[in-house]
């Protein structure tokens, strides 16, 4: 499975952008599909994530209200809609797989796409 992301950028606070992230194949029903970030110096932190086949979503508390990840079942995609972004929002973004339905740790994805840099100046 190749996953790769797109849809970052540079934007001011308070602005939205969108991450997509297209899977070379359609996923399992039971897979999930999560985005995690990494910004400088920190370790990478779970974002948000969706089970594939129930649509069920997970989010980190930094993210909750102002995130919002959804599928494109046609596209074999998901879509992480930021909105209200803050400075500390800028990271590289990572979309990734898990086979084992694994949410929250990132060991327990399987498949990671290269990354998009998201850049939030105050």
């Known amino acids: 499975v190749q996953l790769q992301a797109c849809g970052g950028g540079l934007v001011q606070a308070g602005d939205s952008l969108k991450l997509s992230c297209a899977a070379s194949g359609r996923p399992y029903s039971s897979s999930v599909l999560g985005w995690f970030r990494q910004a400088p110096g920190k370790e990478r932190e779970f974002v948000a994530a969706i089970r594939w086949g129930s649509r069920n979503t997970y989010y980190a508390d930094s993210v909750k209200g102002r995130f919002t990840i959804s599928k494109d079942g046609a596209k074999n995609s998901v879509n992480l809609q930021m909105n209200s972004l803050k400075p500390d929002d800028t990271a590289v973004y990572y979309c990734?797989?898990?086979?084992?339905?694994?949410?929250?740790?990132?060991?327990?994805?399987?498949?990671w796409g290269q990354g998009t840099l998201v850049t939030v100046s105050s």
């Open positions: 990734a797989l898990s086979r084992r339905g694994s949410i929250w740790q990132a060991p327990g994805y399987d498949y």
